[in-house]
């Protein structure tokens, strides 16, 4: 009995659970937050709904592998490649709309990276997938297209990794209270977390590689609720007050780019 898969079934599960009730939480929180955070807000409300939405099946898969149901297995594989496809998406309108400010300029880009993901699907769908290998402790599927492995890599990873690194980049260089930086810099690099280890998990082609891809996918989630909802300790260590908790987040990152802004007028 493979009871690894049990290990990485329950993984996935966890992450896909506490991705979808921190989308919950963010929605019900909606009204609390000012209009001008609402777009962000929302694009981050699509983008745990995404990861959730990935690993609920992947969970699934993972106890088909286990009870030797392969065709399921590969079924459910196609059907959690949809959401990995588009999680980019509300990522970069997340990105681009805190820089400019601008709804449309984010939608517009937002819709390339939708057809991108879109391309990613229709050449996985066309050319298939070669597996699964079950091991003790994964299930592995390789996509059969190198043209869907570079749609990826190159259109929907490296850019948006390079743009949320830029960001942080832009904040970091401000001088700032340590309040600032951990409401700005922890949900972007736990947006970055998430993000880099989903690629790593769907391109694993070790079975240990996959079950600490997730692992670290399910702290990067752990960290994002964190920077949303602080320890009391740390509440009261950076001077967060009670009152402003909900909206702290997208008014920090707001903030830190206008001081950018105006510094770079100067």
């Known amino acids: 009995m493979n009871t690894g898969l049990l290990l990485n079934s329950t993984i996935c599960f966890a992450i896909g659970l506490s991705s979808l009730a921190f989308a919950w939480v963010l929605l019900a929180k909606n009204e609390q937050n000012r209009e001008t955070s609402r777009p962000a807000l929302f694009s981050l409300v699509v983008f745990w709904t995404l990861v959730g939405l990935t690993y609920l099946p992947t969970s699934v898969r993972m106890m088909a592998a286990y009870l030797g149901n392969m065709e399921m297995d590969a079924i459910l594989y196609f059907i959690a490649a949809v959401p990995f496809a588009f999680v980019s998406v509300p990522m970069v309108f997340f990105i681009i709309y805190i820089i400019t400010g601008s709804k449309k300029t984010g939608e517009y880009l937002a819709l390339v990276f939708t057809f991108l993901g879109a391309a990613y699907l229709a050449f996985l769908y066309d050319s298939g997938i070669v597996g699964p290998e079950v091991t003790e402790w994964a299930s592995l599927f390789s996509v059969n297209s190198e043209l869907a492995i570079h749609i990826y890599l190159m259109g929907l ?60 996918v399910l702290i990067g989630t752990v960290l994002a609720y964190l920077a949303y909802f602080p320890p009391m300790t740390i509440q009261e260590r950076l001077g967060i007050q009670e009152h402003n908790i909900e909206t702290y987040v997208f008014d920090g990152i707001e903030k830190e780019l206008d001081t950018l802004t105006l510094d770079n007028r100067v």
């Open 157 to 216: 990873f490296v850019i948006p990794t390079a743009m949320i690194l830029g960001l942080l980049m832009l904040i970091l260089l401000q001088r700032v209270p340590k309040r600032i930086r951990y409401r700005t810099v922890l949900p972007l690099v736990a947006i970055s977390f998430v993000f880099d280890f989903m690629l790593t998990d769907f391109i694993a082609i070790i079975d240990v590689m996959q079950v600490f891809s997730r692992l670290f």
